[in-house]
Each structure stands twice: as structure tokens, then as C-alpha cells.
């Protein structure tokens, strides 16, 4: 048995219901970061807490997948995890495989139309599976494609659904999706603290009888720790990971230093999500011994009360680690970019225009993080700013806010320090212990 599975085993023994016991009860839907419960039991943790989620016999798994990570190897469904040396690995079922892809019901004719012309459909609202369905195009009034589907075969060959003698390539030219995958996964694959799900089911004596699973594996950020050491959690977008490879570098040996394993977006987004991102910081092993976040340059055009509401509601969540905190400054958009004008009319900053972070986004950040004297901060911004005639000359005369080399390793090197400065500062979690 591998390490780890044993718990399953336990649930699929103890918990397992009869066939149609789902159907009992009130609709109920929860998502957030599975973990155990006890030896018998799962949970699906978020910002409300721990929900308890059982398995029925009829209880379907199934894989949320960002369409550029389907990849194309026959067979096999290789997830890579970002920011992880990880993969996680889904076997194909042989045989054919089918596909419905839902759209519109008032762009349903016309969208056939231009696919038709283009030969092409994109991967938006796409369910793969096993289970033979009867072929069908869009109408107004069935708004959705069916056929057979067949994976990517190298860049030259990419997936495609047949429907009838029509076969359309399915592609993602720009944007992102998420697809579901059916009968890949089973409850073997619903492993805790690395695995983030969506459940939909019914509830029963308090706690959610699992009709589906949609599963979206997010790596075990403690697989790799030196246990030795303390444990940093990154939050932020892509500048965050911009300067992700540099900050490892500079803390190499000293500190374990994770990112959650996406872009974290908008502040708003990070109120939804810091929970999953946080993970089960109880438990022994994975508690955070400092925490560094920023939300800025998503929030460009956002609205003060907004963006601060949403601030507010990340940093009542990260104190609870008891982490040592530090907010990061947004870095500055550069003149290339456009001067930020006035709030709009509706008090919505200017968007991604030069000056924007300086004038309204990292003040009204500074505004909550000043409330909390134990927050240090990272100013980032600030040192983009003074090296302005040196490092960041050419950065400043550009129209791309992201940094790339020396730049970006030069923001690394400042966190890092700030980092230590930090973990000197008092005791962690860990030190606690």
C-alpha cells in the first residue's frame, strides 16, 4: 500500500453508503482544500471552516483541469504542479472517449456557423468521458456539442471532437479553461492536504453525502522541506513570481519558501481563496512561519472600499497562522504605460497607468496595513523607484510591468532580506512547538 492511503482505504470501508442514500437530504455544495478528519473522515476546509464529506456508493470523481496543463502524451494525463518539482499522473481509460461541450443558447447558430468556417471550437465548458454520447450540434433550444473526442498528439495535432462527419479542432488561442475530466480519478486520488475540491451533494446529519467530486491536485508544498527549517508562504501575481526563482535562491538553506500554485489575481480572489492557500496550518509540518502577500496591480481599477474590504479580510485570516506578516508594496507601472488620470465616476482607479500605485492603490493598502502594527512591509515599490536612473532605467521607459532578470532578481533580494529580518524578530509557530 503506498504511504498515505491508508486513510482511504478506512473511508471507503467505514463511511461508504448504500446505493441511493445521496438522494436523500438537502442539495449541498462545498469547496476548499480536502483534508483528513480524524482516521475516518474527510473535510473540505475554506475560509468557513471544516465541512465533513462522505463517500456514497454512486459518489463520482472527477478532474478539474486547466486545459493548457491536458498535455498530449497518449494515455496519460500528466498534471505538473507550478512552482513544484511535482506531477500527478492520470491514467486514460483505453477505448474511445467522448466529449459534451455546452454554449450559449442565444450565440448557439451563430457560433456553429463560425466554427464551422474556422473548423474549431474552443475548450470553454468542455466535459470529457468514457460514456458514449450520441452525437449533436448546438440549437437555441439543446445549446451544446456531443461526439467523440480525442487528445492532443504533439503541436501538430491538437485534440479534437467529431460530431457526425464534423470534426472541429478544439483549441484555447488565448484565455484560459478549465475542463472536466471523467473516470480518470476515483476516491483513491481524493488524497488530503494536496488536493482541492468541489463537492456537490446532499446533506445528511451535518455532513455533505458526496454526489461528485471535481478534484484539481495543488501538490504537497512539504513534500521537499527540510524540516529543519522555517516555512515561507508568497502570496501575490505573476510580479510575485516573477521574482519567485531569486528569493528561493537568496533563502536557499535557510528558509522553505512556497507559492500557491497559481497566479493569486485580485484581492478579491485572495479573500476567497486564502484558505486553500493557507492550507491545514495546524497540522505538525505545515504551519507558516512567515507569510509575505500583496494585491495590487489586479486591483488597478479597483474602488478603495472594495479593495480594502477585501484586504481586511485576507489579513484577519493570515493572522490566525500566526506567521510573521509583511505586506509588499505594489511595484510601480511604468511610463510606457500611460499617465493615471483622476478616480472615475464611480471612484474606480485609473487602471494599470503609470503613477496609479503611487497615488491611490499602495496607500490605500498602507491605510490597513497601519492598523495592524505588527504587519512589516517590503516596499518594493520604492525600491523600483529610486533606481530609477540605474537598474530600472530601461524597465521605466517600457510598457510591461513585469521584471525579468536583474530586475527581477533584485525584488527577490530585497523580500528575502525583509524575510530574515522577520523570522529574527520573535518566535514562530515552529518555535513554539
Known sequence: MRKGAWWILALAARLALPAGAATQGEAAEVAGLMTPLGETSVSILNAAGRTEVRWADKTKVVLSINWRQLGDVPGVIRHPILFLEQVVEY???????????????????????AAREAREITAFNLRIQAAPVPDH?????????????????????????????????VRMRRGQAWVLVCDVATIRDCKPYVTKARVTGRKIDGAIVADEVRISPVGDQAAADDPKLPRMLVIGDSISINYLRPLREALKGKVNVHHPPTNCGRSAGGARNVAVWMGDYRAKGRQWDVISFNFGHWDSGNTKPAYQKSLKTVVAALKKTGAKLIWVTTCPVPDGCGKAGELGASG???????????????????EVMKRHGEIAVCDQWQLVRDNAGGLYTDWWKGDNVHFRGPTAEALGRLLARRALEALQAGRTPRQRE
Open 91 to 113: 491514467k486514460v481509460p483505453p477505448g474511445a472517449m467522448y466529449a459534451v461541450k455546452t454554449v450559449r443558447p442565444r450565440e448557439a447558430e451563430a457560433g456553429l456557423k
Open 137 to 169: 450540434l448546438p440549437t437555441k433550444d439543446e445549446p451544446f456539442y456531443a461526439g467523440r473526442f480525442a487528445f492532443a498528439r504533439g503541436r501538430g495535432k491538437p485534440a479534437t471532437l467529431t460530431v457526425g462527419e464534423q470534426t472541429f479542432a
Open 348 to 366: 474606480k482607479a485609473p487602471g494599470r497607468k503609470a503613477g496609479v500605485m503611487a497615488r491611490y492603490v499602495n496607500p490605500w493598502a498602507l
